[in-house]
Structures are given as C-alpha cells and as structure tokens.
C-alpha cells in the first residue's frame, strides 16, 4: 500500500489532506506542520495519521513512498529536491517553483530517478475546464484567437510573491493546457499600493507565433469578485464564469466572417449570432481528482494531467513578467 | 437665434439632430449628408431642416453659427479647420481627430478666433458619471489608486481606426474628467484578426507620476458585451456597470489598510469590508446636455464640460497606444 | 388602400401610430386624441395624417376602413360596437373589454358583418413567444405541467381597473396561446393599499381539468422589476425572462422522471439535469407584426394571431379572478 | 456539564452533530442512526461520541441533559413527548410536529416540567434575517405592507409531506418572526405530478386583519433555484435574495405616496425612488447559533429566539394551508 505525506497544513493543505484520506487504495502517514497550534485540529479531523513538526522528520522514513508539498512558494525547491532525491514522489502545490532554473532541476532530478513529479493546477481537473477542452479538441470552436482572463478580489495579500505569482497560475495553466502553443513573448505593467512594493494589481499580455493573444488581469483590490475567461475560436466562442453556480460554461455560436469587398474598398463583416449552449458539467471534487491521478501516475507510470511541464510552462511565463514589470512593460522573450 | 448645422446623418447624427432641434432657443438649420438615399428620412422626421449634399454647401452660409460634425474620423481635422477658420463654433464627434498635432492645431484657432470648440464625449454628461464625479470630488472614496475598464462587444468592425480609437475614448475620456493628472506613458498591446490588419483587440495601460494605474480592455470580438470599469480610492470602491439597468453604480465601503508590523517582520493587512450603496442617479438623455453644454458654451463664452483640452488628452493617449502596439508594448512617454 | 383610424394617442397610441404608418400599402388617415396639448407632437412626427378630437370624427368618414382603439378599458365595447356597426374593422388594445358578456357582444357583430375583429396581445408576437410556442409545439418538453408567471414593478397606478386587468392580460394571453385547453376555475387574492380600494397586488391560480396548474404573481408595488415565466413540460422546463437583453429564453434538459418502488414502498425520483440552451431569437418589433396581422387578416379574411377568441378567454380568466378577489379566494368556475 | 444526545444522522443531522460538537462547555454523548451503514462516518468524524441504534438506547440515560431530533416529521411528536415526559430538554427539526394538536401537546409538556423546548428554524439566525429584523424594528420602512416569497428547486422530493410542508417553513417562520401579528386565515392552491398525490407545487396566501398579505410560491419541480423575499413597507422595501452570495439584502428607498385629488376626481401617484443600500450582513453559521441559543435557554431558562410558538404557528398555517387545497382553495380561518 502506497503510504504518502502532506507537508503543510495552513489554507490548502487540509483540503489535500482530505482527498488523499478519501483514496482507499492508500496510506496519508504523515502531516507535518510547523505550528504545534494547528495540531489538535488534525488529531481531531484525522486521528489516525502521524503528525510531525518538520518535513524532515517524515523524510527520513525510508518506506514513505509520496509526499505533497503545500508550503510557500520558496520553500518548494528545496523540499522537493530533497524528497525527490530521497526517492519520493512529489506532488507540488501551485506554482511549481520559483524560478525556471528551480523547475528545470526538478525535473532532471525526477526523469533521472524515474519518479512521478506533479503541479497542483488543480482548475485543470474541474468540469468546466474538462468541458472546454472537450469542446476546443473536437474543433466545434474552430481555430483559436484569444483567451481573455480576469481573476480579481478582495484578496488576502500574499507577502512573498506578486499578485500575478498568486493568481495568474490558475489560468495560465488553463491556457497551457487548452493550448498547446509555446509562447513568444510577454508584456506585463502592474502596480504596488503596498508598503512592500509587491505589486497587488498586474495585467499580462501573452504573444504568440500564431495568430493569437492571451491577456491576464489580475488584482487583490477588486470590490467584486471576478473569475471570468473569454476563450474565442474562429468559430464559436466560449465565456467560462468560474463564480456562477450553474451556468459556469457558455458556448457562443457566434462569429465574424469577413469578405474583403475591393469595389467598395473596405471590408464588409458577417456578423453572425446564433443560439448558445449551456453544457451540462461534471460536478466531482476536482481536488479528489487531482490526488488520484497522482496515485494513478505513481503507479502506472503515466505522466499526470497536470505534469511538471505545465507546471515549467506556468514559471517560465511568470518569471518572464515579472522581468517586463521591472522593464516597464517590455516586451521580455520566453 | 444661434443656427446650428449638421454634418453627417450616418450612425449618431440622428441623436444630434434630434437633440439639437429640441432646443427651442436655438435653429437647426442645415444637416449634410453625401447619401441621397438618406434624405428622406431626414425630410420625415425633420421636415423644416434644409438638406445638404455637402459641408461645404452650408458652411458657405455666412449666417451659420455654428457646426456639429458627425463624420469618420479622418474628416474630423480638415471639416472642422475650414469651419473655425469660417468663424463658427464647432462640436465634434469623439475622437476630436486623428492625432496631437491636428488637435493642437484646431485648438490655437479656436483660441485665436475665440470660437468655442468641444468634442461630444456624451458618457461625461450621464447620471452616472456625474454621480461618480461627485463622490470622488467629495473626498469620500479617498485617494484613487486604479481605473480599470472592460468595454468589450461583438462590435462593428471599423475600417479606419482599430478598436482603441473606436471604443477606447469613451473611458479615457471619463477618467480625464474623473481625474486631474497627466498620465506619463502608456504600454499597449493587441492583435488584429482582420485582413486589413487593423487590431479588433486590444489591452491599454497609462502610467501616473502618482502611484495610480488605469487599464483598458478593448474589444470588437468579445461574445458577451461588457461596460464596466472599477475605480478605486484607498477608502472606498466603485463599480460603474454601464450595462445594469438600475443599479449603474455601486459603492463599496471596502479598503485595505496596512500597519507594517516590524517584529514579524511582514505585512498585517486590515480588511474593511462594509455596505453597498446603489446611489440614485439623474435619468436625462445625456446627448440633450452635450448639446446644452454646447449652446450655453457659445452664448456664456465659458468651457464646456467636455473640453477641447479633454477631447485632445484622450487623442494623445490613443497617438501613444498606437505607437506602442506598433513597437511591442514598449512603453511610449506623453 | 386601405385606410386606418387610430383613438388614443396616450401612453401607447404613439407606438401603434408609428407602426401603422411603417405600413406602406396602408394610409394611416385620422388620429384622434381628445387633449388638444397632444395635437402638436402628432402634427410634429406625422405631418400627413388628420387629427381629430373625438371618435365620432373620424368614424363618420364612410371610406374610413379600419379603426385602432388605445383608450381606457371601459371605453372599448362602445367604441368598438359603434365602429364594428358602422362596418369598420377593428383592433383592440388589451384588456378586450370590461366583461365577457361585452367580449361576446363585440365577437358577435364581427361575425355577423364579416368583419376583422383583433386584440393587441403584443406578447404573442414577440421572437421569446414565438420561439416557445414553436417548441411547445414540437413536443421537445412534452406534456405541460405548470405556468407560474411573475410580473411585477413600481408601477404606474391604474384608476379604473385593479393590477390583474392591467398587467395578467399579457400572461393570460400567452398561456391561452401556447396551451389550447380551456381552464375550469380560478382562485384569486389580492390587496389594496389605495385609498381607492383598488387591488395593486394579487396572486391568481387557474385550475384545469387535465394535470396542469397556471398562476400568476402580479404587483405595481415591486422595488424590483420582474417579468419572469416557468413553463414546464414533463421532458424540459423552460424559463422566459423578458427583462433579461440577451438570454430571454432559456431551454432546461430537465426533468424527474417517476418509478413506484412497491419493495421499499416509497418513490424513487430518478432526476435528470441535463444542457441549457438559448435560442437565437427573431428581433424584429413586435408590434410592427401586430399591425401587419390585422391588415393581412382584414385583406385575406383570415383569423389573426392575437384572434377576438384569445381576447375573450383573458376577459372570461379576469373577470372570475376579480369575482374570487371578492369572494375571498373561493374557486370560481368559468 | 450539559450533555446533549442527537436523534438522527440523515441529510441535516450531521450538521448539528458538527456544530453541537464546536460549543466546548457541552458535551455530545450519543447519536442515534438506525442506519449502520452510516455508523463508520459517525466514527470517523468524531470518534468520542457513543453511537446507538435507536433514539430508546439514549433516552434511557438518565443523566443525558437533552436531545435534538433530526428525524422525518412524522416522528416528532412521539420522540419529543418521550424526551420531554423523561425530563429533557428538546430542540426539534422544523417542522415542529405532523399537527397543531401534537405541537399543543408538547409545549404543555415541556411548560409543566420547565423545560426548554425550541425548534430549529435556522433562518431567524442568520445574517440577513437578522438585518432584516432590526432594519423594520428600527421603523425605517415603516408600516409593513406585504411579504412575497418564492422558494422554488429542482428539489428532492418528499414522499411523506407535500412540497409546503418541507420548504415553506422557512419563509413563514422568518414572517412570523419580523411580523407579530397572528394570521386571520389562509388560502392555498397546488398540484401533484407524482404518483402519490403529494403536492409538488403549491402557492399560499396568508390573510390579516391589518392591510397585510403574505404569499408563498414553493416548488420541488423549477428548473431554476430562486429563494427570494420582498418584504414592504410604506416607506422603503426590501429584497431578501439568499442565492446571492454577497448581496443578499437589498433596502430599496422607495415608496408610492398617494394623495386624492378631488378636482381630476382620480388618485395622482407620487412615486419616489431613491438609493438602494446593501447593508454589510454576519457572515457567521445561522446553525452555530441556533446550537449555542438552544444551550443557553437551557441553562439560564430564557426562550429562545426561535422558540416553540413560533413552531406551532408554522404548523398552524401549513395545516389551514393543507385543508384550503384539499377545499380547492376556500378561505380557512386559523
């Protein structure tokens, strides 16, 4: 039976702590978290797994086979490569690490160990977004043209990483998964109104070879919550709501035909606007989903959905914005 | 009693016509419109204007007081050029025209000539900005700190301007009036899905020397149409929701403070999270101020609300977005 | 050519007018309004057509074909018995009439003089009811269960009839025309809180004799407005929402489907939740459709859409509902 | 210490078992599931608590304080005379008891032995039916006209008490609450898809002597979720969306004004309509409270806020209300 630890047990880590207790096939061993004043609360939801103060100390348990990192974004470097290198299989949370560099080595550590490595991108494994590359891969939108996101709240300020770091993984991961394009390039601008110069408000342009643009907005200071993607095809056109309860996925049928017209020298556009469609979605936990294939790649030695290279893919975008932030909005290359 | 001519009976033309002729101490003398086949209508519904083929057939008239120009933008300059060298009083349609130095230009003139010249930036006459204007004069929202607007549809493709001059002075033009600060630059991207290669989307940024930020989020592709802009002080929040039928505006008694907290060496934020306010809001036709505004402007010899110097701010803006579209986001100083 | 009269130039008289006169083989020949302050704004949109002060005026030009009747309810039967005597075609704004025993009168005389007698349930005519009765129609949401409509708003106070003859004629209308059964009683409640002792809230059931229920929730006294309808079928469920731009029809592939479980002695629900879809709709103006009907029906000798026997069966629901109001909620049998 | 005993773990039950278990000067003894499948998930979730088959095996504990019955309806009345007749304090789920006999009998139970009995109408406690409550104690919306409610799901359906006396509970126990006025009489109208004859729709209308109505528009057949509530008065009205995430009570500064005019010899409506406030609500858990009131009735013999009267006037109007459909909607007095 394979046995796993959770290191961290702060916003996200009971949550994975539960989805991997619901895996029957499994052992959850270990929990480490620093503070001794979260640890009642563990014994009280999960009396049967061992609770420790430091990550080291499930480490060195040479039969735990898995462990799951959700500590800050700093920290995930180090922690993995040593799990890694101590033979484990590693599941981060999101993002995947803090620069490139971290995620590249990360990688050649897993690939030369042959061990399961895997991003916690957990809106990859939603209803809607299974649904929207459902509908992108059967071409029904036709050829792709932009993807417009919008991730904004009242949100807990993170003292470590920009806003961007905090919330644009979430849709750029998306992206990466719904398309599989390398980017060119990136703009990003954004602002600080903290005393720490860590930008709350940041908006991010992607650049691509082909003929297609994806653009970012993300802020901690919106009055209203706002989790909204555009993704439009040549064909039809998809808005993705995250915040509606029952109508998350809307497919437009609706497009834009042009006919050059050289008599009247200017163009003449086809507006098309047809009916739209409300798919109906799955609606299991996505979290417990995201466990399971981790479990299910460990076993069977498949790369995961949401696999270290989405997770690079994430860094690499992240880390270049943050150039053209401190470049003014330069256009920074990928 | 002041005459008033009115050149262009395409799209907004008939709102000028209308608004203007409802104005009793004022003679709507003349509309020019080049399409013959638009001359009926004009006769149904404005039996007593003379009709004109031409600008220059009622700008011959020595009598007229004064122009409303209602044209594509391209004529905006030439048009309004020929008028105030004529001696009378202009108002153009948004944007004024197609760069600075043609703006500047008309502006000496009129300054020369001591003719009014305005620019009908209509959405600055709404209740709901107004309402806006008002809160934010009265120092209750506190020091502003972003601007960040969505005006997306599935638009009518223009095919001489891309979408940042089409949709764009709308919201620059509220934030001029809003806020009294020259920006310092811009960054702009887009992309064009047009054979003409004109972009139908596009992402605008303008930097402040304050700690003030504004976003623009243009689009002609967008299956769902949105208005809305946030504009946030550092005590209180607007939303301005130009689609809402009854609740445009919404006031957020929200704010984040911060205490920086050197024993832990990190940031405490204190969220506020208070009422709602939906202010009631003035329900007049705006376009009837606008042409009000224009009226008093030229009997009173005061500025109009909607200024030649608002009208040439938004122009400057668009200049520069363009240029940085044009050299990949780089940001272009003003 | 035919020739057309239209009494009432109030609240909707203007729309009908315009109409009316959008018809081009048609001449719209006499207005009549009996408040001189309205002549003016008649004269001003439409220079060509007589305006007259009363009825009596126009109803005896003997070449006069057809006549349009937007006055107060009470006034219908003997405009329209006088008109319908005089040979003259008639459409009658909705409510029909002040009684069945009017109604039938009215459809009596039309009958016997072979003329065009019509209600204008502009409803009917609208691309929402249209689309639903099509896929009523079809059998898509199979048998119908259930009609629960919401009309409410801060409404303009009627003086002559109470909130269920101004605002349930439209639903009354709608029902009758997407469900061909005649109902067998109604219950009704309602409450005044004028001093005129006129309902401005009140609540209707219609009882039919097969499985299907009909009510009615309808209210001047609203701070919101809401004109919202559930039609539902034993296969799909539709909601109608006439505030709603862009989505006023929604489409649920929704249904519970029943097994009697005789072991375990209870019923097992076997719930379907399936795609939304909203339908493109006809945008045209309802009641330019309005106005056609009435003179394709005068032409072509047919029965309209919006027919004098749909009008009648909203009277015949109305005037049981005010007898039910008055007997404290009791069923009155139609 | 108080010890507490919870007779069912079905949909509700594991809510208060969770919640009764957070108040840390009490302790939660047994649970009572005749379903021992559910037994490990009891164990599981809270592994100190003594888990029995039968509500029997807890009462017969002399030393257990109280205990809360989350059984089917029809059970109430005989566990709760049980418990009360053994001296313990009871909580019960809504709705109180099958009949206004059963609901009589124990509040003179538990009135001679001076025990506290109380009724789990979980919505007096939470934010917004709190705001609510003050904002028409303070007067600010002046005298209370009507109450309009509209809780309507694709619900599960009950297959021993009709749609009403699973859903209406809740919106007549929150009228009972804000509004101290006992009912006059009722009527009720409704249908049954189902085999069983048990009413899936249904609609009610509570009648007063005051000039005050109440409806309520339930329903387990509605493809679309709404729980919403007008509440007017004569001087402001109010909206009571619970859907809403973060906008659930809206105070709409509107009224009607009505002043005769004698002369015109018709009513002239003033309408006014002004700001609309969202007033900031308590975001804690309503079950936490109802918990901790039903504890600290106990032990300092207050009545609680959701107490026993207020139980058996929700049975008293849902029985009138059963009888008036059975009666086809006639009027039946309280």
Known sequence: MLSVGIIGYGYWGPNLVRNFSG????????VAEPNPSRHSVIKRNHPSIQIVLTAEEMLKDESLDAIVIATPVSTHF????QALTLGKHVLLEKPMASSVAECEELIQIAEDKGLTLMVDHTFLYTGAVQKIKQIIDSGEIGELQYFDSTRINLGIFQNDVNVLWDLAPHDISILSYLKN???????ATGISH??????NIAFLTINYASNFIAHFNCSWSSPVKIRQTLISGDKKMILYNDIEPSEKVKVFDTGVGIKSDADRNKLLIDYRYGDILIPKLSTHEALQQVATDFIESIESKKAPLSSADIGLHVVRVLEAAEKSINQKGKEIYI
């Not at 180090?78 to 490569?81: C, F, G, N, V, Y």
């Not at 903290?194 to 930008?199: A, P, Y």
């Open 78 to 81: 180090p922690l993995a490569k």
């Open 23 to 30: 895996i029957d096939s499994i052992q959850v061993k270990y």
């Open 194 to 199: 903290l005393k720490n110069g860590i930008e």
């Open 181 to 187: 394009e390398m980017p060119i390039s990136v703009n």
